[in-house]
């Protein structure tokens, strides 16, 4: 058998399961966080952020304390460790989106993380989703440690970030 032939035997698979991959990839396309927001669940109404503690946790109107479903920024905030790449910028990110702003809260399965925090889905009145937008923008990781709604489209929100060097992926100076 030729060489070419044997090369072409032997890349033949290769490349059908190449496809059924790119096939499988692209079944879910992430919806874009400028859509509107779902429609509010019964009982759910629009809050204000009084203030933004770092690029994933808010404090609400009431004192209610929120972290961001499915998203994990550098920390800036904790005394126990020093402030990690990026999380000055992720922080700022966040407060210029939501600080003094009304939002709307939509859940998960979990309503309270293990150490109280009220587990969120936020979304602004122009129907961008915060979650999703902090990850699009390289502001902070998808947080995929537990299952949540919108797990895919947040790990494809991040992958495009990184091959688009956004954020966290920028090349540093």
């Given at each position: 058998?030729?060489?070419?032939?044997?090369?072409?035997?032997?890349?033949?698979?290769?490349?059908?399961?190449?496809?059924?991959?790119?096939?499988?990839?692209?079944?879910?396309?992430?919806?874009?966080?400028?859509?509107?927001?779902?429609?509010?669940?019964?009982?759910?109404?629009?809050?204000?952020?009084?203030?933004?503690v770092?690029?994933?946790?808010?404090?609400?109107?009431?004192?209610?304390r929120?972290?961001?479903?499915?998203?994990?920024?550098?920390?800036?905030v904790?005394?126990r460790?020093?402030?990690?790449?990026?999380g000055?910028e992720?922080?700022?990110?966040?407060?210029?989106?939501?600080?003094?702003?009304?939002?709307?809260?939509?859940?998960?399965?979990?309503r309270?993380?293990?150490y109280?925090?009220?587990?969120?889905?936020?979304?602004?009145?122009?129907?961008?989703?915060?979650?999703?937008?902090?990850?699009?923008?390289?502001?902070?990781?998808?947080?995929?440690?537990?299952?949540?709604?919108?797990?895919?489209?947040?790990?494809?929100?991040?992958?495009?970030?990184?091959?688009?060097?956004?954020?966290?992926?920028?090349?540093?100076?």
């Amino acid at each position: 058998m030729s060489p070419r032939r044997l090369l072409r035997r032997k890349t033949a698979p290769l490349i059908v399961l190449l496809l059924a991959a790119v096939v499988w990839l692209a079944r879910d396309v992430p919806r874009s966080v400028f859509q509107p927001a779902p429609e509010p669940a019964p009982g759910s109404d629009w809050r204000t952020v009084v203030r933004v503690v770092d690029g994933d946790t808010l404090i609400l109107d009431g004192s209610e304390r929120i972290r961001l479903i499915g998203v994990d920024t550098p920390e800036s905030v904790d005394p126990r460790r020093p402030v990690q790449y990026f999380g000055k910028e992720a922080t700022a990110f966040t407060r210029q989106m939501v600080e003094g702003r009304r939002v709307r809260l939509d859940y998960d399965e979990d309503r309270r993380d293990r150490y109280g925090r009220t587990l969120a889905y936020v979304f602004l009145e122009d129907g961008t989703f915060l979650n999703a937008e902090i990850i699009r923008q390289g502001y902070g990781h998808a947080y995929t440690r537990f299952p949540f709604r919108y797990m895919e489209e947040f790990r494809a929100y991040e992958h495009e970030a990184r091959e688009n060097h956004r954020g966290l992926w920028a090349e540093r100076r």
